[in-house]
């Protein structure tokens, strides 16, 4: 079953539309979609244009087409070439309806009106073994073998990874820059106490002589 469906702007990750029926059965999926939150985080230009996530008793599947992710959370069971079919229908929609408009809008939810369209399609694949699914998962086109598959630890873990890989590496410029300033001090102070006295007793010799040649 298609339990959820949220599309986001890849650039940063603001969420552009949603499905707003997604308690069906009674099943809190409000964990489910903070891990949704935190993968469109993560999503960049380099990443998988498509890729499965798995998550406990659900996948995640996401395609991204022309700078938008569209994700649907999904049970095991369902089959993974009716999950993409369906973000594919979806992509092909929302471009043509929306497609202009998505680097403009600000605001998260901008296109909540999408709804409709998403909750048309989603009954449409609800059941999949009417004859319309069946002949989706049998059509030989659509190749989701190679579609990479990921456990959600890792996927979340990487960021995670990638966060304190940043953190550390803002810390050693600073560190660096401290040791710098130090380093500099450190020099001026042993060439003050190098230099210095010898220079202050020649500059009070030349202040003497100046004084006794020129006042005396």
Known sequence: ????????????????AASMD?????????????????????LSMDSE??????SG?????????FGVCY???CDRSYPKKLAFSYLEELQKEFNEKYGNEVGTVARPYAFVKFDTFIQKTKKQYKDTRTQRNLHKVNDDLQDVTRIMTKNIHEVLGRGDQLNNMSEMSRRLNEQ????LKNAKKMNWQAMWQKYGPPSLVAAIVLLVLYIRIYWW
């Open 49 to 54: 244009t498509r890729c499965s996530i798995e």
């Open 22 to 42: 997604d308690e069906e059965g009674g099943v809190d999926l409000s964990e489910y979609k903070n891990q949704a939150k935190q993968i469109f985080k993560r």
């Open 1 to 16: 079953m298609l339990r959820s469906t949220i599309i986001a702007r890849l650039a940063d990750g603001l969420p552009l």
């Open 176 to 179: 660096s820059q401290t040791y």
């Open 71 to 73: 994700l649907c959370l």
């Open 57 to 65: 008793p659900y996948y995640f599947h996401y395609l991204i087409e």
